[in-house]
């Protein structure tokens, strides 16, 4: 009788953490509601919202638009990410009207995708993405403010997969809302993936979630990585040196 009772436990559990992974998403990486002039927008595609990318501007317009009219977004660059992950980065094709809020628009969209939202720790709700429009306009380059560094790894097994990361402490300085673009080198491969991550807290993780991630670990235990700033407007750092890393390979309680 316990051992039917651990297999629909188990059951459950992995039934449950499989839920947690959605099918499709759309995000956006910046937690700014400002943009600069010459400001960018950096969009994330989950899982089946991958095949969209292909498509935008195309059979899925995309653009910002105010009260006074629309403005068309360029893709300048996309990034794939190694589990089911794809990023582009996006650019106005004409001038930002300073003062004016501006909403992110997908058009034809099919029924089971939703525009990308912001969150709204005080209402508790998830909100229309707007930004809007300063005066300013950045040019400076980022610069870091120490050199980064290991400070931890995780890896948790869930009902779908292990969650495997790297922590990388890394500060940074600039006048716009900022990021770092990794580049993380399999050594046992030789290929590169680079992805523009968000930076917490002085702090960077490197790897995959349960159900998705930039970097995978796949074919090989050791890697390298080397770091670039990167900025709301465009602006780039210098790249730091390659700091060398083994994947997680030991359990840990948290993720």
């Not at 992995?14 to 700014?32: D, H, P, R």
């Not at 290991?150 to 292990?162: D, E, H, M």
């Amino acid at each position: 009788m316990r051992h039917i009772t651990l297999i629909i436990l188990t059951f459950f559990i992995a039934t449950i953490a499989s839920a947690k992974c959605a099918n499709s998403g759309i995000y956006c990486l910046s937690k700014s509601t400002t943009l600069n002039k010459n400001g960018l927008i950096i969009l994330e595609f989950y899982a089946s919202s991958q095949s969209l990318v292909s498509d935008l501007n195309k059979k899925y317009p995309i653009y910002l638009k105010s009260s006074n009219g629309k403005v068309q977004l360029n893709i300048i660059e996309t990034l794939t990410g190694e589990m089911r992950l794809t990023q582009i980065v996006l650019r106005p094709a004409s001038d930002l009207k300073v003062d004016e809020v501006y909403s992110l628009q997908i058009d034809n969209l099919p029924k089971y995708e939703r525009k990308p939202e912001r969150y709204n720790s005080l209402s508790n709700k998830r909100e229309e993405l707007t930004f809007k429009i300063s005066s300013s306009v950045d040019i400076d380059l980022p610069t870091f403010t120490s050199t980064p560094t290991v400070q931890k790894k995780t890896l948790v097994y869930y009902g779908c997969g292990p969650a495997s990361w790297i922590y990388f402490k890394l500060y940074g300085n600039d006048k716009s809302e900022l990021f770092v673009r990794a580049n993380v080198k399999n050594k046992a491969t030789g290929k590169i993936t680079s992805y523009i991550l968000s930076i917490e807290n002085g702090s960077v993780k490197v790897g995959h979630g349960m159900c998705s991630g930039a970097f995978h670990f796949g074919n090989g235990d050791n890697f390298e990585v080397s770091f670039q700033l990167f900025d709301q407007s465009g602006n780039k750092s210098s790249l730091t040196s390659s700091i060398a890393f083994s994947k997680p390979t030991k359990e840990t309680n948290d993720e």
